[in-house]
């Protein structure tokens, strides 16, 4: 597949022409709106000569990777395309209206993928008259650097196609993890507890949010903490998911939204972007409890959380162990792939933690999942 089209030029879709230009590719960018694709050209730009001055391209390579990538604004210059990516706005109308105008343009093999990261792979499929050459392709921002990238078959999509697109975005040198098509798929279903058990912690009073970043960090090894990486997330974005995770899976109370964030998206504080999230960017940021027995309670907290959440995912057969932990440690930089997180930690300590949550607060959302109960009767582990 040498011939790409991805539509929608902002951040996202920017940055996947760029892998598929590298990796050798005839890329079209398209976009309804110029000044759009005109930032993205100067991004591009940008972007190419800061690695030409960190020696990592040359000017050759440069120029052949801008040379490769053309920007269009009418639909029907994707026509020859082998491979159409879409990455607009998290809308399933939109994104329905588009692939079935864009189905009447291509030819009859060419493969329709969306890049998104909650949406239904299934109903996004079912917008077109072949709905078998249908596929997710979820990359990770910035998708240049970011290497994991979740393929998502819908049940109509074809076997041909899941493999023809598992080799294509292999040979971009991403790391695949093929998931089932549910709500949130492996990353953004398995990381939620990351955001709202922190945040949960929180409403509680048992600690702030310096506090709460602080102790994952040091305690568990995370880049970030929660309140930091929701803040540069965007809550627009990041509470918008959970929202969405929430209502498809029937309001499980799992994936229960916070009201503290969903003040915050409406307040208009959406973290960096804005200047003021959980943290106020304007002003010297505030000073963590230094406490590392309360850290390490927060931090044992949330990590079951994680890990429940993960063997749960494999319990549904959501996607394979291996999958699961590659995309958590390769898609949102998790110091440990969670399953061998849990036999680190052991499977008899994670059920007893959840045990011991639950007889707490007798919520649904601490429920443990059957496959560490059963794991920890048999004495096995996930030895992913």
Request: aromatic fraction near 10%; proline fraction near 3%.
């Amino acid at each position: 597949m040498k011939k790409i089209a991805v539509i929608g030029s902002g951040t996202m879709g920017s940055g996947i022409a760029q892998v598929a230009a590298t990796a050798g590719c005839s890329v079209k960018l398209y976009d309804t709106n110029q000044e759009a694709l005109s930032r993205s050209k100067a991004a591009l730009e940008n972007t190419l000569s800061k690695l030409v001055e960190k020696g990592k391209i040359d000017e050759t390579e440069k120029s052949r990777i801008q040379n490769a990538t053309s920007y269009v604004s009418t639909l029907k210059d994707l026509s020859d395309s082998d491979l159409v990516i879409e990455a607009i706005v998290e809308n399933l109308e939109i994104k329905r209206k588009v692939f079935s105008e864009l189905e009447t343009l291509v030819s009859a093999q060419t493969v329709l993928a969306s890049n998104t990261s909650s949406l239904s792979i299934a109903s996004i499929a079912a917008s077109c008259q072949k709905p078998e050459r249908v596929i997710g392709i979820h990359f990770f921002n910035p998708a240049p650097l970011m290497q994991l990238v979740e393929v998502i078959p819908a049940v109509q999509t074809s076997d041909a196609v899941v493999q023809k697109i598992t080799q294509t975005i292999s040979d971009w040198k991403k790391v695949v993890a093929v998931a089932k098509d549910t709500p949130g798929f492996i990353v953004n279903r398995v990381a939620r507890p990351f955001y709202s058990e922190a945040l949960r912690i929180y409403e509680e009073g048992f600690a702030d949010f310096a506090t709460i970043d602080w102790s994952m960090k040091t305690i568990g090894g995370f880049r970030m903490g929660p309140f930091e990486l929701m803040d540069f997330i965007g809550h627009d974005v990041n509470y918008t998911v959970t929202e969405t995770v929430f209502t498809s899976f029937y309001f499980d109370p799992r994936y229960k939204p916070s009201f503290t964030q969903k003040r915050l998206t409406e307040a208009g504080f959406l973290g960096r972007k804005s200047g003021r999230g959980f943290y106020n960017y304007s002003e010297e940021m505030p000073k963590p409890t230094e406490d590392l027995t309360l850290a390490k309670t927060i931090f044992e907290r949330v990590i079951v959380m994680l890990i429940n959440e993960a063997a749960d995912a494999l319990f549904l057969n959501i996607a394979s162990a291996k999958d699961i932990d590659n995309a958590m440690t390769k898609g949102v930089n998790y110091p440990k792939g969670l399953l061998a997180w849990a036999d680190e930690l052991g499977i008899n300590w994670c059920v007893e933690k959840l045990d011991e949550l639950y007889n707490e607060y007798h919520e649904d959302r601490y429920r443990c999942s059957p496959v560490l109960r059963k794991m920890n009767r048999e004495n096995k582990v996930f030895e992913v």
